[in-house]
């Protein structure tokens, strides 16, 4: 299975190498949202009991996590037209593990977006965000990036084999990222927040993503914090995981 998965992974990867400029048209929404939202809310930094001296410093983990929601939410389409085109009855005809179909298509997406996430820092830093740069901080970062991506990649390629149709994954993906950010401490403190959605934020994986990533980028570094998110992001990654493989394995039995 690892095998397999690795050798699709690199087909995956070859396909993106070819076509860059589809990846990079992923991160116009996000860049876009770092430079308005940091210039629009800026003076939120001036609040009483706002966390950090500078909003954009504070926006940017929600911007990082905003990149890898919109570009994991599109991994399902990748697999609808490898099924529509045939390509996915010919490996299941195949000595290939039938894991290894969903694992690379996941995997794959969530490498694109720790990449993509890596450029949204350094567009951050030229905008003169002061982010923790120290390199084991950025790894700690993007090892929540990757978890996050392939929760989301599996979410979506579930979706994909459940619904078996383009147009309501995309509509789907669309209803699924952006309440999951406004539910979430990516703009604005928890303290800020309605009661209600305080309460949302608390069994939002997105809420554990964002806390976790801000602890380790921006200003102190609070481990606890960064912890106790990655131990949750890690069990909603392998849970949404098995469940797509689950999806497809029952679907081609």
């Not at 990082?64 to 490996?91: N, Q």
């Not at 830093?125 to 990649?153: D, E, K, Q, R, T």
Request: glycine share 6%; proline share 5%.
């Amino acid at each position: 299975m690892i095998a397999d998965t690795w050798h699709l992974f690199n087909k995956y990867m070859k396909i993106s190498m070819r076509m860059p400029l589809w990846s990079l048209f992923s991160l116009v929404q996000p860049l876009l949202w770092l430079f308005i939202f940091g210039s629009l809310f800026q003076n939120f930094a001036h609040l009483p009991g706002f966390p950090t001296d500078s909003y954009i410093d504070y926006f940017v983990p929600g911007v990082v996590i905003m990149t890898v929601l919109f570009g994991s939410s599109w991994s399902g389409v990748s697999l609808l037209r490898e099924i529509s085109a045939g390509t996915v009855d010919k490996m299941l005809v195949s000595p290939a593990s039938r894991s290894s179909i969903v694992l690379s298509l996941v995997l794959h997406s969530a490498v694109q977006v720790v990449a993509q996430t890596l450029i949204v820092l350094l567009a951050a830093w030229m905008l003169g965000s002061s982010l923790n740069v120290n390199p084991i901080y950025i790894l700690l970062a993007m090892l929540v990036v990757l978890l996050l991506g392939v929760a989301f990649a599996a979410i979506s390629n579930g979706l994909a084999i459940m619904l078996q149709r383009e147009e309501p994954l995309i509509i789907m993906g669309n209803m699924m990222t952006l309440p999951l950010m406004f539910f979430s401490t990516a703009m604005v403190p928890k303290q800020f927040m309605p009661e209600w959605i305080q309460y949302i934020a608390m069994i939002n994986p997105v809420e554990y993503a964002v806390s976790s990533v801000r602890a380790v980028l921006v200003g102190e570094v609070d481990l606890v914090v960064y912890s106790s998110g990655l131990i949750a992001i890690l069990v909603f990654a392998i849970a949404t995981l098995a469940w797509a493989i689950s999806a497809f394995k029952g679907l081609r039995d």
